[in-house]
Structures are given as C-alpha cells and as structure tokens.
C-alpha cells in the first residue's frame, strides 16, 4: 500500500523557519521523482520544488528560489522541504508527490498546513 506522509506544519512568524517531512512507503522510493506542491486558499495548486530521483537534480518555483531546499534521504525513504524566511504568502496546504514515468505513476499524501502570521 503506497503511503506519503507529511509532517512538520504548523503555525510560524514571517521571517521563521520550518522543516516539512513527508515519509515514503509501499513503492520503490529511489525510483520516483519527489515533489513539494502546496494550494493556498482559492488558488490552484502549484509545484513548489522537485528533486529527481537520485537527487542530482533539483527546481524551485521562483517564488521560494533561495529561501527553501529540498532533500531526500534514500535511507529513510524521507524527503524534507527546509522553508527559511517564510512569508505570509508561503501559507498554504502542502503537498508531497512521488512520480514515475512521466506521471504515469503519481501519488500524493494528504498535506500539511503551514500557516505564516504574526
């Protein structure tokens, strides 16, 4: 049974930090893609950072380019999205993804809040 979990969210001031964890189980973990998506309320969902497979490769949308990194740890079949200098318009639901073969394969977890106010 594939299973994503997310974990990590929760409430921060602007300008604070957060590390998301999403926990992969039940597929191949070092053959799939892993992304970051997040949907804010009224807004479309959007990719926010992508990692490939083996980890040589990563993309941030310009919006968090400089601010948050994306990992994986093959061991623990973990990817992690460290958010620096968070921003009110970094709240949102976020969303881990695992993806193969152009998206053939395509599962996602159930989000995580995260909530940027003073």
């Known amino acids: 049974q594939v299973q994503l979990v997310e974990s990590g969210g929760g409430l921060v001031q602007p300008g604070g930090s957060l590390r998301l964890s999403c926990a992969a189980s039940?597929?191949?973990?070092?053959?799939?893609?892993m992304s970051w998506y997040r949907q804010a309320p009224g807004k479309e969902r959007e990719l926010v950072s992508r990692?490939?497979?083996?980890?040589?490769?990563?993309m941030y949308a310009d919006s968090v380019k400089g601010r948050f990194t994306i990992s994986r740890d093959t061991t623990e079949t973990t990817v992690y999205l460290q958010m620096n200098s968070l921003k009110p318009e970094d709240t949102a639901v976020y969303y881990c993804?695992?993806?193969?073969?152009?998206?053939?394969?395509?599962?996602w977890g159930k989000g995580t809040l995260v909530t940027v106010s003073s």
């Open positions: 993804n695992a993806k193969r073969f152009g998206g053939l394969l395509d599962y």
């Open positions: 039940g597929f191949t973990f070092r053959n799939y893609d």
């Open positions: 990692i490939t497979k083996g980890g040589g490769s990563t």
